[in-house]
């Protein structure tokens, strides 16, 4: 707390909350709050735009605003972490191993400086993402699909585990596919408020795809492959990205479906997302053009 409150009476001068999120919070009040929702404003989805529509009614500053919505979501990752880190040792809730991982992800320098410092979101859907790896760990099917469509609902980065559950499901086949359903319906669903606005029912789907084809780099503020090859051309290369990214989590699931990889253990199981997430977000270029969404 004291790290948090300290640091996050900073005045903000990144530039994503210069440039995009203060921009995005005047707009939106100066056209009503609510009612602003009937159009887009900024690049994320209906979600987020209806949690900023209600801060707009708040007295004060939106910095606070938008770092406290950040902050909260701090403490309910790290605690989905730690109740992560338990079930996969076996060890009881608030014993060591719990406490242990509560703390460092609380502390983790990406996860304060992303909150406290640059007032971004990306500590909510990462939690859902850890609620999704929990809730499959325990075979509570439903749940997880509810959490993955939430994680959806606030980011597109959420992507990125797609290839893990696919694997897990050739390799457990014990849930239906048709569980994706429940994700699309809860990510669908997130925008009720921007509906009954009168924004379009669509404007989910729409907002993900236009976002993709934003940034037309081969990398942008991230560490990844292509980071080698400076100025590599997203042109020529944009395609072939996309082809070895499916190459190489194929790779991934022949090696689950051939029985050379076995997720029977906890340890297994957090481990296996490597396999599959760490080809995607570091080869494709739809991942990485995704990782400077605002």
């Not at 735009?49 to 209600?54: D, I, K």
């Not at 997130?190 to 509906?195: D, K, L, P, T, Y």
């Given at each position: 707390m004291v790290v948090r409150y300290g640091n996050g009476q900073v005045k903000e001068k990144m530039s994503d909350m210069r440039d995009f999120l203060i921009p995005w919070y005047d707009s939106i009040k100066a056209q009503g709050g609510l009612r602003s929702l009937k159009e887009q404003?900024?690049?994320y989805n209906l979600l987020y735009?209806?949690?900023?529509?209600?801060m707009t009614y708040l007295p004060g500053s939106c910095v606070q605003y938008y770092k406290a919505l950040s902050i909260v979501f701090d403490y309910w990752l790290a605690f989905a972490s730690a109740l992560l880190v338990a079930r996969l040792s076996g060890e009881a809730c608030f014993h060591r191993k719990f406490q242990m991982a509560y703390a460092v992800v609380l502390l983790l320098p990406t996860v304060v400086l992303?909150?406290?410092y640059w007032g971004q979101c990306d500590s909510i859907y990462t939690t859902f993402l850890v609620l999704t790896l929990l809730f499959f760990y325990e075979e509570n099917y439903i749940s997880g699909f509810v959490m993955l469509g939430m994680g959806f609902a606030c980011k597109l980065q959420t992507v990125f585990i797609l290839p893990f559950l696919l694997g897990l499901y050739f390799y457990k086949k014990n849930f239906s596919l048709s569980g994706f359903l429940v994700s699309l319906a809860v990510f669908w669903g997130?925008?009720?408020?921007?509906?009954l606005c009168g924004r379009s029912v669509t404007a989910p789907f729409t907002i993900y795809l236009d976002q993709t084809g934003l940034y037309q780099k081969m990398y942008l503020n991230v560490s990844s492959f292509w980071t080698i090859l400076n100025?590599?051309?997203y042109a020529e290369l944009g395609t072939f990205t996309v082809i070895l990214a499916v190459a190489l989590c194929g790779m991934g699931l022949y090696q689950v479906m051939s029985g050379k990889i076995h997720i029977d253990t906890g340890e297994a199981f957090i481990k296996q997302p490597q396999v599959f997430c760490g080809p995607a977000s570091c080869f494709c270029r739809l991942c990485t053009s995704a990782t400077h969404i605002h």
């Open positions: 404003v900024g690049d735009q209806t949690l900023v529509a209600f992303n909150s406290v997130s925008g009720i408020v921007a509906f100025g590599a051309d």
